[in-house]
Each structure stands twice: as structure tokens, then as C-alpha cells.
Nanobody
Framework: QVQLVESGGGLVQPGGSLRLSCAASGSSISNYAMGWYRQAPGKQRESVARIVYNGVTNYANFVKGRFTISRDNAKNTVYLQMNSLRPEDTAVYYC????????????????WGQGTQVTVSS
């Protein structure tokens, strides 16, 4: 079993930046895909960015060019660098571990973190 704890959320003005961290414990994430998801008020949870064990990434269209997902397997941590933030980015952001080393595994199983709130407002 892996436990995931997100941090780094907060209030930021439009155009600002935040860096989210997802610290894993209980199991190594080195061989597994990881992802960031978000859920805005009144909306369903949606995929934001994903990264497999060797660093290959995939992004949702609405964050391409603005967000960057990365991982540090030695620290058992995955990050989401968010730049050029917009009010519509306001959501609770969740970290998820897959059950294999593929993007698809994130959609079929794994573990969720508790989420961290990101609010983009002036």
C-alpha cells in the first residue's frame, strides 16, 4: 500500500505560479506511472498530467504549455509546476499512483492522495 500526501496549494493571483508536491510513502513509486488530477466546484474529477517511470509525460490540452509534471524517484515524490495560472484552474488537485508503468494503469487502479486546494483569484 502506498500513501500519497499533496502539498503546495494555496491562493495565487492570475498569471502566478505554484508548485505542488506529492510525497509517497509505504511503497516505492519508481516503477509506476503517476498523475495529477483536479476537481473544480460542480465538476467531475479530470486528468491534468501524467508521467511514467522513465519520465515520459502526457498533458491535458487545457494545461499544455503551462504545467509541467516531473518526478524524483529517489525522493519518492512527484511534482506539478503550474505557471500562468487562470481562475479556471481553481480546483482541488489530487495526486494518484498507477498500478503499472503505463499511462493506462492510472485509469484502472492505484491510490489517491487527499488533495490540496488551489485557488486562482485576484
Amino acid at each position: 500500500q502506498v500513501q500519497l500526501v499533496e502539498s503546495g496549494g494555496g491562493l495565487v493571483q492570475p498569471g502566478g505560479s505554484l508548485r505542488l508536491s506529492c510525497a509517497a510513502s509505504g511503497s516505492s513509486i519508481s516503477n509506476y506511472a503517476m498523475g495529477w488530477y483536479r476537481q473544480a466546484p460542480g465538476k467531475q474529477r479530470e486528468s491534468v498530467a501524467r508521467i511514467v517511470y522513465n519520465g515520459v509525460t502526457n498533458y491535458a490540452n487545457f494545461v499544455k504549455g503551462r504545467f509541467t509534471i516531473s518526478r524524483d524517484n529517489a525522493k519518492n515524490t512527484v511534482y506539478l509546476q503550474m505557471n500562468s495560472l487562470r481562475p479556471e484552474d481553481t480546483a482541488v488537485y489530487y495526486c494518484k499512483s498507477g498500478n503499472s508503468n503505463t499511462f493506462g494503469s492510472l485509469e484502472t487502479g492505484g491510490y489517491w492522495g487527499q488533495g490540496t486546494q488551489v485557488t486562482v483569484s485576484s
